[in-house]
């Protein structure tokens, strides 16, 4: 049998106790589906969503709200995003005394209002920016300190490399590239062999992102990509135990999926740790956009959409669990 690519991993200071990354999700990766990836699937290191590195210094409210913790939640990296390197130096700090892990910059993000602010996948064009912004935190924080990137700013611009070298002289600790370039949407294939490019010219660790979902995805990129390790993200929306999965069915074995019952028990159980982090109203809210992807391998599971959206309380959401989920 091939061997096992699942194995701890060291990033910066960091000891992981594998080499699978829970990936930056925002309007996601909040401290109750952190815990919930960490108590289904105990990834070796969780990620916040993004952070604004702006807000965080004007001492704007909402961005307080990523900063915080789940009680018995495993290593978080807090990333940042931002193109202003006295505002990410600041966040660095911030997320410093807040119980970070680790720091990452995002240099990836293609959504229109990051992009206009100079940051997220709009670095990609500007390297020199990216190795500033790089070393501001680095000035700002003792923590391992990591870039997430795509492979370059479009089709024809490949600059992941010369990225990787800039952010290796400016202090960071490994870089995690998504193998697509910032125009490329999801139905473009991850590119393995345009990571392993990264990969064998970086000195620092390469963590390979994109279309991971079970063993077999994994094993892929471990193999074609040649990467130190893996982050998942979309495979964990509705699903927390995707990293338990991964690891049965790369160390060979079989992976028992979840009967219904046990998914609809996680999906109250994500809305009741919600209800705590944010109050009911805003909980409910978020449950019905999770419920769908609780739901997706459902019988039913458009009548259970359906009536979720009507869903206005806990009690009202329990009851449409305990009769669909079985
Ligand atoms: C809903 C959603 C939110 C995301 N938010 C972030 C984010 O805050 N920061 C980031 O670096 N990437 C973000 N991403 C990109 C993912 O981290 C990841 O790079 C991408 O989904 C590819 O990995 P996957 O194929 O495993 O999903 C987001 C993706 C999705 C679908």
């Not at 991993?9 to 401290?31: D, T, V």
């Amino acid at each position: 049998m091939a061997e096992n690519p699942i194995v701890p991993l060291r990033l910066g200071g960091l000891e992981l106790a594998n080499n699978l990354i829970q990936a930056p999700l925002a309007g996601f990766s909040s401290p109750p589906f952190r815990l919930l990836a960490w108590t289904f699937g105990r990834p070796g290191l969780l990620a916040t969503e993004m952070i604004s590195a702006n807000a965080l210094r004007q001492g704007s409210d909402s961005q307080e709200r990523y900063l915080a913790k789940s009680p018995g939640e495993g290593p978080v990296m807090y990333q940042i995003w931002g193109a202003d390197p006295g505002a990410v130096g600041f966040a660095a700090a911030r997320v410093t005394e807040r119980g970070a892990a680790a720091v990452d910059l995002n240099c990836g993000c293609p959504v229109r209002k990051v992009r206009a602010a100079g940051a997220g996948s709009k670095l990609l064009e500007n390297p020199p920016l990216i190795g500033r912004l790089v070393r501001a935190m680095r000035k700002n924080t003792s923590l391992p300190l990591s870039i997430k990137i795509r492979l370059g700013p479009s089709g024809d611009h490949f600059n992941a490399v010369e990225i990787a070298r800039i952010a290796e002289a400016e202090g960071a600790d490994w870089l995690t590239v998504h193998g697509r370039h910032a125009r490329e949407a999801y139905g473009t294939p991850c590119r393995h062999g345009e990571i392993r490019r990264v990969v064998e010219a970086a000195r620092l660790p390469v963590i390979g992102n994109g279309d991971v979902r079970d063993g077999r995805g994994a094993r892929e990129m471990f193999v074609r990509a040649g990467v130190a390790g893996a982050m998942i993200g979309r495979a964990c929306l509705g699903a927390p135990w995707v990293f338990a999965r991964v690891k049965a069915e790369c160390a060979g074995g079989t992976w028992r999926p979840p009967v219904p019952a046990e998914v609809g028990e996680a999906l109250l159980r994500h809305h009741d740790l919600l209800a705590g982090q944010l109050g009911p109203g805003l909980a409910i809210r978020q449950s019905r956009k999770l419920g769908a992807f609780y739901s997706k391998s459902l019988a039913g599971a458009r009548e259970f959409r359906n009536r979720l959206n009507l869903c206005q309380a806990r009690d009202e959401l329990a009851e449409l669990i305990r009769e669909c989920f079985r």
